[in-house]
Nanobody, 115 residues
Framework: VQLAESGGGLVQPGGSLRLSCVGS????????MNWYRQAPGKEREFVAR????????TYGDFVEGRFTISRDNAKNTAWLQMNSLKPEDSGVYYC?????????WGQGTQVTVSP
């Protein structure tokens, strides 16, 4: 099982980034996909979730309509579109694939929001 995140980088406040998570080695379409983030010195924080079919999405309270999670099961890929970014959104963003008692994690991609 592998999950590979990409798309992070340095962006100014108010800017946008689109993170990608490509899965391999498992039946991607059966798994719930999640995004989490972790800032230095803080605990990992839930960002967004999308069900296996893509029919239902859930977001952390801090998102406030700024982020959108999506997926394409034909491409084994999930995305996190992040708009109106704030400095407090900085951190390492991880995707995870969840099915029953299993959860697999990627290595993360760094997002830095700074002037």
């Amino acid at each position: 099982v592998q999950l590979a995140e990409s798309g992070g980088g340095l962006v100014q406040p108010g800017g946008s980034l689109r993170l990608s998570c490509v899965g391999s080695g498992f039946t991607f379409s059966s798994y719930v996909m999640n995004w989490y983030r972790q800032a230095p010195g803080k605990e990992r924080e839930f960002v967004a979730r999308i069900t296996s079919s893509g029919g239902t999405t859930t977001y952390g309270d801090f998102v406030e309509g700024r982020f959108t999670i999506s997926r394409d099961n034909a491409k084994n890929t999930a995305w996190l579109q992040m708009n109106s970014l704030k400095p407090e959104d900085s951190g390492v963003y991880y995707c995870s694939a969840e099915w029953r008692w299993q959860e697999h994690w990627g290595q993360g991609t760094q997002v830095t929001v700074s002037p």
